[in-house]
């Protein structure tokens, strides 16, 4: 059964670093997501992207953040100046359309 | 604007016992509801989802849910808990951008 890939597991930065956070969708999926999940806290969505473009972004996703699927495979995240706050589960999602989101693993990003 | 409560922050129960886990939403629209299961230090699995037709639908792992419109709820039940059930179960609200919406959590511990 496909997955969904993310790399790397786990990303320990330094405040005000740039970090990219890589994510394999499902070959097929349209639709292309990013949620974070502070520790111990719900899971919150921070943007969506569909058709090489932001679909709907989140008020957590401001411009520190960007996203972008540079080879029709990857999809990435970018945190262009890491802040302590930053520190959280991030996790990709695809879906084919108004259907079920499948997750990746996770990564783990810790800014010191 | 959507919401999702889950008013249960930890249940334990005991190995064999029945389990309820509550979710109540609000969403304007006809809404696409999930279940998603987070161990410790792993991704989201989807558990079982209501898009439309029987309000009683059935997941993986033995898990059903009920959704009732009038009482704007999607439960989550299971007969008989297994120790590997223990978790963090999520319910979400999918909103007409395709996002989802998740409710707090409910930590699960089951005892022997």
């Known amino acids: 059964e496909p997955e969904v890939t993310q790399t790397p597991s786990h990303q320990v930065t330094q405040m005000g670093q740039e970090v990219i956070l890589r994510c394999v969708p499902i070959?097929?999926?349209?639709?292309f997501y990013w949620y974070r999940q502070i520790l111990g806290q719900k899971v919150e969505f921070l943007v969506s992207?569909?058709?090489?473009?932001?679909?709907?972004k989140s008020e957590i996703f401001d411009d520190q953040f960007s996203v972008e699927r540079p080879d029709g495979s990857n999809f990435t995240l970018k945190i262009r100046s890491t802040k302590l706050e930053d520190s959280a589960m991030y996790f990709c999602?695809?879906?084919?359309?108004?259907?079920?989101?499948?997750f990746g693993p996770g990564t783990r990003l810790t800014v010191l | 604007a959507q919401s999702v409560t889950q008013p249960d922050i930890h249940i334990t129960v005991s190995e064999g016992a029945s389990l309820e886990l509550r979710c109540n939403y609000s969403?304007?629209?006809?809404?696409?509801l999930f279940w998603y299961v987070q161990s410790p230090g792993q991704g989201l699995q989807l558990l079982l989802k209501?898009?439309?037709?029987?309000?009683l639908v059935q997941g993986i792992k033995g898990f059903e849910a009920e959704f009732k419109r009038s009482q704007s709820s999607f439960n989550l039940r299971k007969p008989s808990v297994h120790w590997s059930d223990a978790a963090e179960y999520f319910c979400?609200?999918?909103?007409?951008?395709?996002?989802?919406?998740f409710g707090t959590g409910t930590r699960l511990t089951v005892i022997p």
């Open positions: 999602a695809g879906t084919l359309g108004r259907d079920t989101q499948y």
């Open positions: 070959s097929n999926h349209l639709y």
């Open positions: 992207f569909y058709n090489n473009e932001i679909s709907e």
């Open positions: 969403y304007g629209a006809t809404p696409y």
């Open positions: 209501y898009f439309s037709g029987d309000t």
């Open positions: 979400a609200v999918q909103t007409g951008a395709n996002n989802l919406f």
